[in-house]
């Protein structure tokens, strides 16, 4: 059920709740400004809340339509999550833009926000945002028993989207992260990407092992990559990681 009012090239809706019994449901409001001319100089706010998605009914109806799209293995990883509740603001003008989305499942939560200046200006762009994952099991996502639960806190800051020219940093904490069985704990993880010049710097002070990593990678004219890697082992119990083996 819905409840729209129309002017001068606004469409304002003031909500509107949508559902499909044992599917989905969520409510939605929010204004948009189209402009025909250029969508740089439109403005919109669009709210939806209470997200409820029954993944696996979707998926169930999804096959009796004969439709295909996904892949098996896509499939498997939907199947998994089972059930997902979230919210989601958007927020878009001709100077500014800005996301949040939350969504949670029984498989682990999410939260990201995102922030730009001049969004629509590929040189102008200055943009910030974060990223927080709880429990989240990535090896299901990916489709790897490699991988297990992880739970890590990001911060993004940069300007410019021409390639080439981008000048971005990324932080971020990982609080902990499965790999082969082993829960890897307190992990710093500090990237940057200025024009042709990426690098990385990974610090594990885990109580079974503690290293250093750098790492970076430099495109030149014509095509040529050059990659410089160090590593530093301060510590490391291979047997309680899981390295080595009884």
Same mark, same amino acid.
């Given at each position: $059920?819905?409840?729209?009012? +129309?002017?001068?090239?606004?469409?304002?809706?003031?909500?509107?709740?949508?559902?499909?019994?044992?599917? !989905?449901?969520?409510?939605?409001?929010?204004?948009?400004? %189209?402009?025909?001319?250029?969508?740089?100089?439109?403005?919109?706010?669009? %709210?939806?809340?209470?997200?409820?998605?029954?993944?696996?009914?979707?998926? +169930? #109806?999804? =096959?009796?339509? =004969?439709?295909?799209? !996904? $892949?098996?293995?896509?499939?498997?990883?939907?199947?998994?999550?089972?059930?997902?509740?979230?919210?989601?603001?958007?927020?878009?003008? *001709?100077?500014?833009?800005?996301?949040?989305?939350?969504?949670?499942?029984?498989?682990? $939560?999410? !939260?990201?926000?995102?922030?730009?200046?001049?969004?629509?200006? $590929?040189?102008?762009?200055? #943009?910030?945002?974060?990223?927080?994952? /709880?429990?989240?099991? %990535?090896?299901?996502?990916?489709?790897?028993?490699?991988?297990?639960?992880?739970?890590? #806190?990001?911060?993004? /800051?940069?300007?410019?989207?021409?390639?080439?020219?981008?000048?971005?940093?990324?932080?971020?904490?990982?609080?902990? %992260?499965?790999?082969?069985?082993?829960?890897?704990?307190?992990?710093?993880?500090?990237?940057?990407?200025? =024009?042709?010049? !990426?690098?990385?710097?990974? /610090?594990?002070?885990? *109580?079974?092992?503690?290293?250093?990593?750098?790492?970076?990678?430099?495109?030149?004219?014509?095509?040529? +990559?050059?990659?410089?890697?160090?590593?530093?082992?301060?510590?490391?119990?291979?047997?309680?990681?899981?390295?080595?083996?009884?």
């Amino acid at each position: $059920k819905t409840n729209t009012s +129309y002017m001068a090239g606004v469409a304002r809706v003031r909500q509107a709740e949508l559902w499909s019994p044992n599917i !989905f449901k969520l409510t939605a409001y929010g204004d948009v400004n %189209v402009n025909s001319d250029s969508v740089s100089t439109s403005t919109s706010k669009l %709210v939806v809340s209470n997200i409820d998605i029954n993944a696996t009914r979707a998926l +169930y #109806y999804y =096959g009796l339509t =004969g439709l295909k799209g !996904f $892949k098996e293995s896509d499939i498997k990883k939907l199947n998994a999550l089972s059930h997902i509740t979230g919210n989601a603001v958007v927020n878009t003008s *001709p100077v500014k833009a800005d996301a949040s989305v939350t969504l949670e499942t029984f498989r682990g $939560k999410a !939260f990201a926000q995102i922030s730009a200046d001049n969004p629509w200006d $590929k040189d102008r762009v200055r #943009y910030n945002g974060m990223l927080s994952v /709880e429990d989240v099991d %990535v090896g299901l996502l990916m489709g790897s028993t490699l991988f297990g639960k992880l739970s890590m #806190y990001s911060q993004l /800051e940069g300007k410019g989207r021409r390639k080439g020219k981008i000048d971005a940093r990324m932080s971020s904490h990982i609080s902990s %992260v499965g790999i082969k069985g082993y829960s890897y704990s307190d992990i710093d993880v500090n990237t940057t990407l200025n =024009g042709d010049t !990426f690098a990385s710097h990974i /610090e594990i002070n885990d *109580p079974n092992i503690k290293a250093t990593a750098s790492d970076t990678l430099v495109r030149h004219s014509g095509g040529r +990559y050059e990659n410089t890697l160090n590593m530093y082992l301060d510590r490391g119990h291979l047997y309680n990681l899981g390295i080595i083996k009884d």
